[in-house]
């Protein structure tokens, strides 16, 4: 076969291979893939536990059941005072108590009431925190002048002092067998506190001692009322009934039994500040008298209620007074209209405080802003 010839076979070949439509990928070509579009997913964002909450802080003092709050009187205007001679200035000796003092500078009405000179005397002297704790000797304190009152013309004013007096008669029977013990007065011992740490009442002691001057004192009252001052001096023996043991009974319970209630107090007598006061913007002690010694599970809940923008603050305490927190003072520029009042309250296993003494007087106060 001649070159002619071979050339003619392969054009041939070529002509035949067309015709048949092959089509040879190369061995190392990419195949090209198609996508096909697919539905887009939204999610939904992720939340977080701590954003997808607001957790809410729990109260300071959790009641078994709302107390409703009294709506307080609008705020009455400070009366003008006329000038008035200056205050007797009075340097404190040991073991003298307001009432002692009150009656060297010629006062002799001691009687219960917001209006009293020993209100009068806690009110002005910053350095007295309550009528039961004064200063140390020598400390200098402030006495009102006495304001000129009229004398009595009327039969309905003696017969209120003849129920003052009545109130401060001591009325209790002590057992014939009752064994005396004998208390010998410390410095800066008081009438109320010898009576709260040897859990005896004001009217035992009374009976025991009538050498003691309870004139000032309301026996109506657990505490005596806030007026009630004992002159004591410091090595003064005090004649108190000893303690009575209380049987313990151990019956079989049968498990029907009816539960026993909770002995009640007395609502606390409220002292400072007295009713419709205004107060400066900065923080101060409110005061009231002890309704007796209470249980370890026993307290003294102190409410205090901004009428103006109806926050209320609950605080528990086993002293008779509570310093108010700082951050309670208002800041808006204006003044705010306060409640306040303080009650006897037990505390459960669950926390839960329950009320278990009278229902407690409602006081008001102005409280100006800083």
């Given at each position: 076969?001649?070159?002619?010839?071979?050339?003619?076979?392969?054009?041939?070949?070529?002509v035949?291979?067309s015709?048949?439509?092959f089509?040879?990928a190369?061995?190392?070509?990419?195949?090209?893939?198609?996508?096909?579009?697919?539905?887009?997913?939204?999610?939904?964002?992720?939340?977080?536990?701590?954003?997808?909450a607001?957790?809410?802080?729990?109260p300071?003092?959790?009641?078994?059941?709302?107390?409703?709050?009294?709506?307080?009187?609008?705020?009455?205007l400070?009366?003008?005072?006329?000038?008035?001679?200056?205050?007797?200035?009075?340097?404190?000796?040991?073991?003298?108590?307001l009432g002692?003092?009150?009656?060297l500078?010629?006062?002799t009405?001691?009687s219960?009431?917001?209006?009293?000179?020993?209100?009068?005397i806690?009110a002005?002297?910053?350095?007295?925190?309550?009528?039961?704790?004064?200063?140390?000797?020598?400390?200098v304190?402030?006495?009102?002048?006495q304001?000129p009152?009229?004398?009595p013309?009327?039969?309905?004013?003696?017969?209120a002092d003849?129920?003052?007096?009545?109130?401060?008669t001591?009325n209790?029977?002590?057992?014939?067998?009752?064994?005396?013990?004998?208390?010998?007065?410390?410095?800066?011992?008081?009438?109320i506190g010898?009576a709260q740490?040897?859990n005896?009442?004001l009217e035992?002691i009374?009976?025991l001692?009538?050498?003691l001057d309870f004139?000032?004192?309301?026996?109506?009252?657990?505490?005596?009322?806030p007026?009630?001052?004992?002159?004591?001096v410091v090595?003064?023996?005090?004649?108190?009934?000893?303690?009575?043991?209380?049987?313990t009974l151990?019956?079989?319970?049968?498990?029907?039994?009816?539960?026993?209630?909770?002995?009640?107090?007395a609502?606390?007598l409220?002292?400072?500040?007295?009713?419709?006061?205004?107060?400066?913007?900065?923080v101060?002690?409110?005061?009231?008298?002890s309704?007796?010694?209470?249980l370890?599970?026993?307290f003294y809940?102190?409410?205090?209620?901004?009428?103006?923008?109806?926050?209320?603050f609950?605080?528990?305490?086993?002293?008779t007074?509570?310093?108010?927190?700082?951050?309670?003072i208002p800041?808006?520029?204006t003044?705010?209209?306060?409640?306040?009042?303080?009650?006897?309250?037990t505390?459960n296993?669950?926390?839960?405080?329950?009320?278990?003494?009278?229902?407690?007087?409602?006081?008001t106060?102005?409280?100006?802003s800083?």
């Amino acid at each position: 076969m001649n070159k002619r010839e071979l050339a003619a076979g392969l054009f041939g070949l070529l002509v035949c291979l067309s015709a048949c439509d092959f089509n040879i990928a190369p061995k190392d070509a990419t195949p090209t893939v198609q996508i096909l579009p697919t539905a887009s997913l939204t999610l939904a964002p992720t939340v977080s536990p701590t954003a997808a909450a607001t957790l809410t802080p729990a109260p300071q003092v959790v009641l078994e059941s709302p107390t409703p709050t009294a709506t307080p009187a609008p705020p009455t205007l400070t009366p003008t005072v006329t000038e008035t001679p200056g205050p007797y200035e009075h340097t404190l000796k040991e073991g003298e108590t307001l009432g002692y003092i009150v009656q060297l500078y010629g006062y002799t009405d001691l009687s219960v009431g917001a209006g009293g000179i020993i209100d009068q005397i806690v009110a002005l002297n910053d350095n007295i925190p309550n009528a039961d704790i004064l200063p140390p000797p020598g400390a200098v304190i402030i006495i009102p002048r006495q304001t000129p009152m009229p004398p009595p013309q009327n039969e309905a004013t003696a017969a209120a002092d003849q129920a003052t007096m009545a109130a401060s008669t001591p009325n209790v029977v002590l057992p014939a067998n009752t064994t005396i013990n004998q208390y010998v007065v410390q410095p800066n011992d008081t009438i109320i506190g010898i009576a709260q740490e040897n859990n005896v009442t004001l009217e035992q002691i009374a009976v025991l001692n009538p050498d003691l001057d309870f004139f000032s004192c309301n026996f109506e009252f657990p505490g005596g009322g806030p007026g009630c001052n004992v002159p004591l001096v410091v090595g003064q023996s005090i004649n108190l009934p000893a303690p009575t043991p209380t049987p313990t009974l151990s019956p079989t319970p049968s498990g029907n039994e009816t539960p026993t209630a909770t002995p009640t107090y007395a609502p606390p007598l409220l002292v400072f500040p007295p009713q419709s006061a205004s107060a400066p913007a900065g923080v101060f002690t409110l005061q009231w008298v002890s309704v007796g010694v209470l249980l370890s599970t026993e307290f003294y809940l102190v409410e205090v209620t901004d009428t103006t923008n109806s926050q209320v603050f609950r605080a528990i305490t086993q002293n008779t007074s509570f310093s108010l927190p700082d951050n309670l003072i208002p800041t808006d520029g204006t003044a705010h209209a306060m409640n306040w009042t303080v009650r006897v309250v037990t505390k459960n296993e669950q926390g839960i405080y329950r009320q278990v003494g009278g229902n407690p007087e409602i006081r008001t106060f102005t409280w100006a802003s800083r």
